[in-house]
């Protein structure tokens, strides 16, 4: 028998940052030389990686490896009339003096007459560990068609016991729905 070329080796298992439980070094198997790898977005329980990419074991041990999107926040609404509806709200730190930088995007739409608007917002937050602070007045970039403009549309971020909220304000008669993405890094 002439021999060849050994096979190169095929790896048994694959460090991930973190466990299903999120707790810190999983590990994924692979079952029958299969791994699922799989994307997602880390929203149910949000990891602060300034990367803004982890992978997860998903069970640990298991066969699913997780490619997770972090430090991102999503939301959305339908504002019916004048009143402020959040589209984000994010609990701060707890127990932990924290420093938050922010980047949202959000897009809106009038139902019926397709007005739309769009805004990004830049804002620092910060906590104690029990109390979350604007640090200084966010800015906020504002497109928006001229009947939303002049019937009062705004996007606003706040503070409100620990959290931080993201919210939009609407227009009499209009009945508009928001998306919002937002994007944080903290220290």
Known sequence: MSGGPLPPAVPTSFTTD?????????????????????????????????????????????????????????????NIGVGPNAIITFALALGTPTAYQFQFQIVGRDVTTGDSLGYTIFAAAKTDGTTASIVETPYIDIDQDSSLVTGGATASFLASGNSVILQVSGVAGHDITYKAVGTYIQI
């Open 18 to 78: 973190y466990k299903a439980d999120f707790t810190a070094n999983g590990t994924s198997v692979p079952a029958a030389n299969v791994l699922n790898v799989v994307g997602g977005n880390d929203n149910a329980d949000p990891i602060s990686n300034d990367n803004g990419i982890a992978t997860q074991s998903d069970p640990n041990g298991g066969s699913n490896l997780l490619v997770l999107l972090t430090n991102r926040l999503f939301g959305g609404t339908t």
